[in-house]
């Protein structure tokens, strides 16, 4: 029962202390250990879903932005992409599944599609000066 539902949200801290009568307060350590142990099965799914899901759209974005040339957008994604990745094997050695940098990156992955449709519908003409640097590769 468990293993399929996991111990509930916040309550594997007080399980383990229980269990192994540990008088100092002890955590996971590793996020997708507490997630499972926490939310069980389905929550690791979901977590792992999330994960997926964030890499594919970034992903897309990445190749929709570099064929039509949105310079801004592809480096964007792929900045996501790094980022979304450094987290997921920091996630291996602390108890971060409600940390807001991760959400934060989910939530511009969910935003970035649709400015990047918009503006590739626009045919992505640069919005200013700087934005025209980024595209034709020129630095200050």
């Known amino acids: 029962d468990k293993l399929i ?12 202390e229980r269990s192994a009568e540990l008088s100092e307060v002890h955590v996971a350590h590793n996020t997708y250990v507490s997630v499972m142990a926490e939310m ?6 979901l977590f792992t879903g999330v ?7 970034l992903e897309r974005v990445r ?18 992409q790094v980022a979304l990745a450094a987290f997921l094997v920091a996630a291996f050695f602390l108890s971060a599944e409600v ?15 649709p400015l990047a449709k918009r503006r590739i519908r626009k045919g992505a003409p640069p919005r200013d000066a700087q934005e025209a640097r980024l ?4 630095r200050q």
């Not at 539902?5 to 383990?16: E, M, N, P, Y």
Request: proline share 3%.
């Open 99 to 113: 940390h807001r940098f991760f959400w934060f990156v989910v939530f511009l992955s969910m935003v970035l599609p």
């Open 63 to 80: 190749r929709s932005s570099r064929a039509v040339g949105l310079l801004l957008c592809t480096a964007t994604a792929e900045a996501l």
């Open 5 to 16: 539902f996991g111990h509930q949200v916040t309550i594997f801290k007080r399980t383990l």
């Open 135 to 138: 595209m034709t590769g020129v």
């Open 51 to 57: 994960i997926v899901a964030t890499f594919v759209s």
């Open 40 to 45: 069980g099965l389905p929550g690791i799914l």
